[in-house]
């Protein structure tokens, strides 16, 4: 839905807000409908005015907070502490400021090489229990496992570099289209085939290199794709191509 590219100093606090502007964009989100929206964010978008500004706006949020000075001493108010998982305990306090809303926050607890270390969440959310928030944070997008890693070996992200910013920042649009028209291609030719199982570095390897041929009629239109018949893949591939062009 959006991507950008920002100096290597740009901390990541000042990439929530184009970051939140461009998904309602892409959306169209409304009111109602960023009501019904959670914005679960890491710590580094955590801070105080950056959580005002997402509630004022209207949507839900569960956020790992940015202070770790205000997570030891948010630690030192819990009145009890609850397992969470093992060497980790969860504990709930009073807001410590004002965020415009009715929020929860919990502290996290968690032993690491015989050290206590401590951290914070805030939420808007109505959940069964201090852990319910926690497995709902933890389940947030991996966007660097899903996308990031598969288009630096897929599409060559990593490997290619343009000396100009603005060129970069062209190369990274590239890529997320190419992201994204394969991945539609997944879904519309590769599901319930043998090559369902495909990530965007096999696709573009072992079946978008496959030798082949494409027919046109008098009007420009495809007719078929020929391929090479002693490729290991062609006639399975052919019977997902024919899916994918006739719309199937």
Known sequence: MWSDVFPGNHHTLYCLTPAVEATETALELSLEQRKRTVWRLDGGSGADDELRWLLAKGYQILAKGYSNRRAE??????????????????????????????????????????????????????????GAFLQLYDARGGAEVEQFRNDKSGLSMEARRKHSFLGQKGYILLTDLAHNLLADFHHRALLGSRFEQYGLKRIVRDLLAVPGRLVFDDAYQLVRVELLSQNLFAEDLAICLLKYCSGA
């Open 73 to 130: 001493a948010l630690a030192a108010q819990v009145g009890r502490w609850d397992g969470y998982q093992e060497n980790a305990w969860l504990g709930e306090v009073k807001p410590p400021v004002d965020y415009g809303r009715p929020v929860r926050v919990f502290v996290k607890r968690r032993l690491k090489d015989g050290q206590c270390l401590h951290s914070y969440y805030v939420s808007t959310l109505v959940l069964p229990s201090k």
